[in-house]
């Protein structure tokens, strides 16, 4: 009682400020203004003028030019034609449309690598990447950067002072197809990073505990890329070459923001498109974080490769946590984010690719009208007759003309949501609730690196780990900020902070976790958290010690089932699977025990355990559970206590508001009675929500 007193005085004297949205981008005058991208270097130059039309007169604001067309733009080396993107650029301005320009570097042509083949990736494999795939070369490759640098200036200077051009987008979902690149260049790269990093080969010696089996390097020539075929090869070199590669991954955007920031006007901004993180390991967003206006992102969600399969209707709504996951984290970066591409229909590159749900697509854009995604733009305006995404819908079908029904749906949410009555420039106070709720996920690259190399169990999948807490939060309806430890810890903006398996830890974190807390946050932390260093060496002590204190009791030691068994624990009368990962738990005098054992040779032993410090608590979750009930049964009493009004959504229902509105979206199975409160008016949908359908209420 003491704690709501506190929270609701603390935001009686610090009113929290909702995001304002206010950041004009100049893509259209609706509050989310939608575009297609458009490749007129594909298709007949008589259709240009038509398709642009037709564009607009559907309802778009915006398109998207230039991501692929390289060859188009600088035929030859040094040539440059930019006839065809004038002339594109003035049809889009003469139909009302804003473009999105798009640096071309992720299809360097032919004539290039033909001439600097030492440019090219190499795969792990050791298979040299030829010219006839895109994302091919090492964009921080000074010889590779020579040409873009010519390119990019080029286009910068022709176009970053026209008003039709709204912003840049720099390369396309910047990763190396291959994932990370073995090239001589790299290899060379990598020991200059090395070098960097620990001066001497002694430094390098002992963090990479090279002690071990006689790992001990003599100087930095003798260092090769790790390799996969390499069994039991070095874990800490190997998280070194992932931080090398997530470094020149950052790298590469950054030399092109420079290029445009120097050039373009101060009213275009400058973006890249993320691509799922999940799938490119090394991506790390927040590496660019200063480079950027803002981290946009892209977002398939039928992409078997790409998505868990999670509820029975995923095949044909697509996971909606991953589009949340995707746009919660991409607006992290800098307060606001736009989801660059956002599929139009059914696509042709996943495991199976199924025709989406009829009204998921138009959903897919109203979740992410509801996360706040300042602009979608879809991939693609028209389906391709040639090339390796044949199948892949467009707004319009193969003939240019025909809307398809994802276009249709386009068309429909650019309708609906233009008569919602927002003015961006004034910021609506957030609800008091969801201000209870705001929760902070403590977002650490590396550890998510360092874990999927050291699993410790063939069951164990980080990123599952972290989607099954994602998604508890999203069920109870909490806002999510990714946060970086240099971050603040800022107790009223985020009266709440998960990290779950938060490795890798120092005492400086200790120190700030435990400030936070004794201030009034209020942290959940899980299994591993803790565990080892920044250079992944356990602590000389005894397991996770140096959070005993935080948490207010000691790990005795862990457990792992295999798949075939299963065991329990028990919280709140009511017993829950578990088989991945347990923690044997004793808690020290004033820690509340939430959950025990009810197997094994620890029965009775604590499972998850409570402490309250100064003015906030801790929750320690040593159980990764079989379907993640537990972990939400604990959530949930955890933010109650801690005075949180939550709400109490099945999986996959979202509910989000934004600017007034509130938006509920289903990617159930199942019809869901919304909790309207009495009193508001609903302006699209039901009270009760369909599978894939929509409700909005102010
Ligand atoms: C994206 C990519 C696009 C296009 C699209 C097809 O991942 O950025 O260029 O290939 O997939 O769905």
């Known amino acids: 009682m003491k704690h709501l007193f506190l929270l609701v005085l603390l935001f009686i004297l610090f009113p929290f400020k909702g995001q304002s949205f206010s950041q004009d981008l100049n893509l259209g005058k609706f509050s989310m203004p939608i575009g297609a991208y458009y490749y007129p270097e594909q298709w007949d130059e008589n259709q240009w003028d038509r398709d642009l039309k037709h564009m607009s007169d559907l309802g778009f604001e915006f398109t998207h030019f230039a991501e692929f067309a390289w060859s188009r733009l600088e035929p030859k080396d040094g040539n440059f034609d930019f006839s065809w993107l004038d002339k594109n650029i003035s049809l889009a301005g003469k139909y009302g449309l804003k473009v999105v320009l798009c640096t071309p570097s992720a299809t360097p042509p032919a004539w290039l690598t033909s001439?600097?083949?030492?440019?090219?990736?190499?795969?792990?494999?050791?298979?040299?990447?030829?010219?006839?795939?895109?994302?091919?070369?090492?964009?921080?490759?000074?010889?590779?950067?020579?040409?873009?640098?010519?390119?990019?200036?080029?286009?910068?200077?022709?176009?970053?002072?026209?008003?039709?051009?709204?912003?840049?987008?720099?390369?396309?979902?910047?990763?190396?197809?291959?994932?990370?690149?073995?090239?001589?260049?790299?290899?060379?790269?990598?020991?200059?990073?090395?070098?960097?990093?620990?001066?001497?080969?002694?430094?390098?010696?002992?963090?990479?505990?090279?002690?071990?089996?006689?790992?001990?390097?003599?100087?930095?020539?003798?260092?090769?890329?790790?390799?996969?075929?390499?069994?039991?090869?070095?874990?800490?070199?190997?998280?070194?070459?992932?931080?090398?590669?997530?470094d020149a991954l950052a790298e590469a955007v950054r030399f092109q923001t420079t290029i445009l920031r120097n050039s373009v006007s101060k009213d275009q901004w400058v973006t890249t498109n993320f691509a799922y993180y999940k799938f490119l390991p090394s991506v790390d967003l927040f590496r660019n974080q200063k480079d950027l206006d803002f981290a946009s992102h892209t977002m398939y969600l039928l992409s078997t490769f790409l998505n868990t399969d999670k509820g029975e209707m995923a095949y044909r709504l697509g996971s909606g946590m991953e589009l949340s996951f995707s746009g919660e984290m991409a607006r992290s970066i800098k307060g606001f984010t736009g989801i660059m591409e956002l599929q139009p229909g059914q696509i042709n590159w996943g495991q199976w690719n199924s025709q989406p749900l009829p009204g998921a697509v138009r959903m897919w854009i109203w979740h992410c009208f509801g996360l706040g995604e300042k602009f979608v733009c879809t991939y693609r305006f028209r389906q391709p007759l040639f090339g390796g995404e044949q199948f892949h819908k467009g707004i319009v079908e193969p003939d240019g003309l025909t809307v398809s029904p994802g276009g249709k749906e386009f068309v429909q949410a650019i309708a609906e949501i233009g008569k919602l009555k927002i003015d961006n420039s004034q910021t609506i106070e957030t609800p008091h609730e969801i201000q209870t709720r705001t929760t902070a996920f403590l977002w650490k690259q590396e550890n998510l690196l360092a874990l999927e190399d050291t699993k410790g169990t063939n069951s164990w999948n980080t990123w599952a780990h972290y989607y099954s807490y994602y998604q508890c939060l999203k069920s109870m309806g909490c806002p999510v900020t990714f946060i970086q430890e240099t971050d603040n810890f800022d107790v009223q903006k985020y009266p709440f902070m998960v990290a779950p398996a938060y490795e890798m830890v120092d005492k400086k974190l200790i120190d700030k976790w435990t400030k936070y807390v004794a201030d009034g946050g209020h942290l959940v932390l899980t299994t591993r958290t803790g565990m080892k260093d920044k250079n992944g060496h356990l602590w000389e002590t005894l397991l996770q010690q140096p959070i005993w204190d935080l948490i207010g009791a000691k790990i005795d030691f862990f457990d792992q089932l295999p798949p075939t068994k299963t065991s329990t624990v028990e919280f709140a009368d009511k017993k829950y699977g578990w088989n991945v990962w347990g923690d044997v738990i004793t808690p020290t005098q004033h820690t509340e025990v939430w959950s025990t054992h009810t197997d094994n040779f620890y029965t009775g032993k604590a499972a998850a355990v409570n402490h309250k410090l100064g003015k906030g608590s801790v929750l320690y979750v040593g159980v990764v559970s079989t379907e993640g009930e537990f972990e939400n049964a604990l959530l949930r009493k955890f933010y109650l206590q801690s005075g949180a009004q939550i709400l109490h959504l099945p999986d996959y229902v979202f509910v989000e508001w934004r600017n007034g509105y509130w938006v509920a979206v289903n990617y159930g199975s199942k019809q869901f009675e919304l909790p309207v409160p009495n009193g508001k008016e609903i302006v699209f949908g039901d009270k009760s929500v369909m599978p894939g359908g929509v409700t909005v209420w102010k």
């Open 115 to 246: 001439k600097h083949p030492e440019i090219l990736i190499k795969l792990e494999s050791g298979f040299k990447v030829k010219h006839g795939m895109r994302l091919n070369c090492n964009g921080s490759n000074p010889i590779y950067q020579k040409y873009i640098n010519r390119l990019v200036t080029k286009m910068a200077e022709r176009y970053g002072n026209n008003p039709i051009v709204a912003g840049w987008q720099i390369d396309n979902e910047p990763h190396f197809e291959g994932l990370y690149d073995y090239s001589d260049f790299s290899q060379n790269a990598f020991r200059k990073w090395l070098k960097t990093k620990y001066q001497s080969i002694e430094k390098l010696n002992q963090s990479w505990g090279a002690s071990f089996w006689s790992f001990t390097y003599n100087n930095f020539n003798q260092i090769f890329i790790p390799n996969k075929n390499e069994h039991a090869g070095n874990q800490h070199a190997l998280l070194d070459f992932k931080r090398y590669t997530a």
